[in-house]
């Protein structure tokens, strides 16, 4: 069956134990019974690799997340659309319409805010997960061009009951609160009142979509919302008016909305399928990112859970889309960011202009430090790597392996924002490839430079690189799965 080589001592190992066992490390290296010295020390190259890069298709899991592992933009909307075929549910799970996903099949461009992007295929239904805040106005503009853009969606948009609602008011406080800081001190908000509603949801004060299928109890629930929520800001609610529209926008909704933890866990025991698309994206996340440079919700892979219902053990395969540079939009500490002609390249060649707001991504090398804190928080099973054609510009390429700080290499990606703006990231560099890729298909058509770039990605980040994105349409991915 066949023997591996591992350095300084041969060992035959059967290669059928390794088979069975790519997905229990613990199991393997006891079957291998290989010593603690050998194991601590990586000898067995052949057993380490085989976990490492084990094969894993994300295609043949039940249950699916994609999420953003820098700080949003990677492309998510488009790997989503790309596997949604294969999907029969396809469910956002946190943020609001300050997400902007765009798609392009045959040319024709896409942009989301709320909606799923699975939305194009016309077998998959999709959810908003009660994780997400929902601006209903934004909502129905998106219906509205789905149907300029004969894209058929009757049936197929769902609404958990669950899901929080973004008043109106919310986005002219998260305005006023914006306006209010000093320089330096703004976070540079999409000003679309996602973190005002879901300080409104964690004060216990927030309205829900399924509240507005209750008329008779919605006024006293909006007074009381825009009473706190208004405190120390110049906040003039009309609780009457705003009561009525609310009670027609329930008319409106009230065939989409669903109890959604039952419908997944119903569709789950029927044998469908579920991808979960993540918004933002791990460092804005409000917990693990560079806080307070943040969004409001958990948009690592623990808000995929607690924002759709479903347990962690369900989720069979979790996927990190990651830029083949890095971007970020808005203020906050960014340690290899690019402000030279280099960075203005990346932003003019990659299209770095905000699907929601139009602004300007701040652009930057590769930075694979940030990567490994993301990938300990995610644990990606595979990463898709994306917009790697932008990169084909460059004569020559940087990469971000690690931080020093005060002459010291750091261990984890700091916490303190002021540690964090005064570390040295310190560089790998590669040559470029000069080369059009966007029409490669396969990996080994890729230049040889552009191969060692995505294999030292690898092995820094000890995750398959099993999407390579060359271009914006559908057609435009490698897959080394």
Not at 223 to 232: D, Q, T, W
Not at 427 to 455: C, M
């Amino acid at each position: 069956e066949g023997t591996l080589n591992c350095w300084e001592r041969k060992l035959e190992i059967n290669v059928s134990i390794l088979l069975e066992s790519l997905h229990q490390p613990n199991i393997m290296l006891s079957k291998l019974i290989l010593s603690n010295n050998i194991v601590k020390n990586n000898i067995c190259v052949g057993a380490v690799n085989a976990y490492k890069y084990s094969t894993h298709n994300p295609e043949d899991k039940r249950v699916i997340a994609i999420m953003g592992s820098q700080w949003g933009d990677e492309g998510k909307g488009k790997l989503v659309d790309v596997l949604g075929e294969n999907f029969d549910i396809i469910a956002r799970c946190a943020g609001g319409a300050n997400a902007g996903h765009t798609v392009v099949v045959e040319g024709k461009k896409y942009a989301f805010h709320l909606m799923p992007s699975g939305i194009l295929w016309p077998n998959s239904k999709c959810l908003i997960g009660n994780g997400v805040v929902l601006h209903i106005p934004s909502l129905f503009k998106e219906i509205k061009n789905l149907e300029d853009q004969d894209v058929p969606h009757e049936g197929r948009i769902l609404l958990s009951d669950r899901c929080h609602v973004v008043m109106d008011f919310h986005q002219e406080l998260d305005g006023l609160q914006e306006d209010s800081l000093k320089e330096g001190e703004k976070i540079g908000t999409t000003r679309k009142g996602i973190g005002p509603a879901y300080v409104s949801k964690c004060g216990r004060v927030g309205i829900r979509v399924g509240d507005l299928l209750h008329p008779d109890t919605l006024r006293s629930k909006i007074e009381k919302l825009a009473f706190r929520a208004g405190a120390g800001f110049d906040l003039s609610v009309d609780v009457d008016k705003v009561t009525k529209t609310y009670i027609e926008y329930g008319e409106k909704i009230k065939d989409m909305v669903v109890d959604s933890t039952v419908m997944i866990h119903d569709a789950l025991a029927d044998g469908k399928k579920v991808m979960i698309e993540g918004a933002n994206a791990t460092m804005l996340d409000v917990d693990f990112g560079t806080y307070p440079f943040v969004t409001s919700s958990n948009c690592s892979i623990g808000g995929a859970c607690t924002g759709l219902g479903i347990p962690p053990k369900y989720i069979e395969s979790v996927i990190g889309i990651m830029k083949a540079y890095t971007t970020r939009v808005g203020e906050g500490p960014f340690p290899t960011e690019l402000t030279n002609e280099i960075g203005n390249t990346l932003q003019t060649v990659g299209g770095e202009f905000g699907v929601t707001t139009g602004r300007p991504r701040r652009c930057g090398w590769l930075d694979l430090e940030q990567m490994k804190h993301s990938n300990r928080v995610n644990a990606f099973d595979v990463i898709n790597l994306t917009k790697l054609d932008v990169l084909s510009e460059l004569d020559e390429i940087k990469l971000g392996v690690a931080y020093k700080h005060n002459g010291k290499i750091l261990n984890g990606f700091p916490a303190n924002l002021e540690t964090l703006s005064e570390v040295e990231v310190v560089y790998e560099t590669f040559p470029g490839w000069r080369d059009d890729i966007s029409k490669v298909r396969h990996l080994e058509d890729l230049p040889q430079s552009a191969l060692n770039y995505i294999k030292r990605i690898e092995d820094v980040l000890e995750t398959k690189v099993g999407y390579i994105g060359v271009g914006q349409g559908r057609e435009a991915m490698i897959y080394d799965l």
